[in-house]
C-alpha cells in the first residue's frame, strides 16, 4: 500500500521568513451589542420560533439559527438525505431516504461573521509532537458557508444568522444534484423562485430541516413536458458528545465497515495509516459480569425502525428476522 509521505518543505516554509518589518493585523475577534441590529427587529412578533439545540426563528421567507455561544466551534455530524425524489431519478438507485452525505461540522465565530466549517480528522498528530504544527497547516478547513450575524441577545449568550441560503442555494456539500447527475438530465439551473424550506424542527440534541430544491433540466428523468426536477432535501444536525469513544483498531481477519486513518507520530520516515472499526456504543449495565464474560444488557441497546411505508403483511418478518440474529450475536459473546 503506498504511504503518505510528509514533504519536508512544508517544514521549512513554516520557518523561513517569520520576521517582518510590518506586523500581521489579524481581524477583529470581538463585537459589540452596537455593531448590530436589536434583537426585536429581526426575530419579530411574527416570528415562528422552535426551542432546541439552535433555536430557528421563521420570519416571512427567512430563516434564522440562534446559536448559543456555547456550541461554537462543536463537533456536530451533519446527515444529507434525499427525502422524496421523482421517480426514476439516479437510474433507481437512488430512493426516499437515500443518503448524499455525512460530515462533520463545527459553526465559528469570525467576528461579526459565522462560519461553518468541515473539519477532517483523518490525519492526525499529538499536540505536544513538533510535527503537529504541519499537520494542521496542512489540514486546513474548508468553509462550507458563511454568513453575517444579524443580532445577538440581550445577554449575548447567543447569536442570530440568516441561514436561508444555505439551504436554498446551491452547497454542493449537502445537494441532491451531483455533477453526474446534472450532466445527465441536462440540468441548466437552480430555479429558486420554485426553491424553498419546507419544514424546520429543532430538539434538544439535534436540528432538522427540509428543503425543496427545483431544478430546469432538458432530459428529467419523468414528465419530461415540465423540464423540471424537484428533490425534497432532509438535513440532520447532531451535537457530537465530548466524552468521545475509544478507537478499535480493525483486524483484517474480520469484515468491518473502517475509517482510514494517518499517523504522523510514527517512528518511521512517513506517516503510518491504519484503520479503525465502525462501532456501536454499547455500555454494559453490570459492567462486573461483563468483565467475567457474562452476557449483560447494554444502557442503551441497538434499536432499529422499519419505514412506516412497509407493508402491514411484511412487517412481522421483517422484525423477526432482525431479532433473530440477536440470538446469534449472543451465541458469539457467550462462546
Known sequence: MIKKVLVMGVLAALS???????????????????????????????AISDKGLFTTHRVDDKLYFEIPDSLFNKDLLWVSRIAKVPSGYGGGYINAGSKVNEQVVRWNKRGKNVDIKVMSFENQSNEESP????????????????????????????????VTGLFEDEVAAINGMNASYRKRYKVK??????SYID????????????????????????RGQAGTISILMNQSMVLLPEDKMMPRIADYRVGWFTIGKYDYDSEALKSDDY???RK???????????????????????????DPATPKR??????????????????????
Open 280 to 306: 456501536w456504543r454499547l455500555i454494559p449495565k453490570d459492567i462486573e459480569a461483563y468483565k467475567n464474560g457474562e452476557l449483560v444488557e447494554p444502557v442503551k441497546p441497538i434499536v432499529y425502525y422499519l
Open 16 to 46: 523561513v521568513g517569520c520576521k517582518t518589518s510590518n506586523p500581521i493585523v489579524k481581524a477583529p475577534e470581538t463585537e459589540k451589542k452596537g455593531d448590530f441590529k436589536p434583537y426585536n427587529k429581526v426575530i419579530t412578533p411574527a
Open 189 to 194: 439551473r437552480l430555479d429558486k423562485s420554485r
Open 131 to 162: 510535527i503537529y504544527k504541519s499537520v494542521q497547516a496542512n489540514n486546513f478547513e474548508p468553509i462550507l458557508y458563511s454568513a453575517k450575524i444579524e443580532t445577538m441577545k440581550a445577554d449575548s449568550s447567543a447569536y442570530v444568522v440568516d
Open 275 to 277: 484503520q479503525i472499526i
Open 314 to 335: 411484511w412487517r412481522p418478518y421483517f422484525k423477526q428476522g432482525i431479532e433473530d440474529w440477536n440470538k446469534a450475536f449472543e451465541e458469539s459473546i457467550i462462546k
Open 199 to 222: 419544514e424546520v424542527h429543532s430538539f434538544p440534541q439535534n436540528v432538522e430541516v427540509r428543503h425543496v430544491m427545483t431544478y430546469e433540466a432538458e432530459t428529467p428523468p419523468e
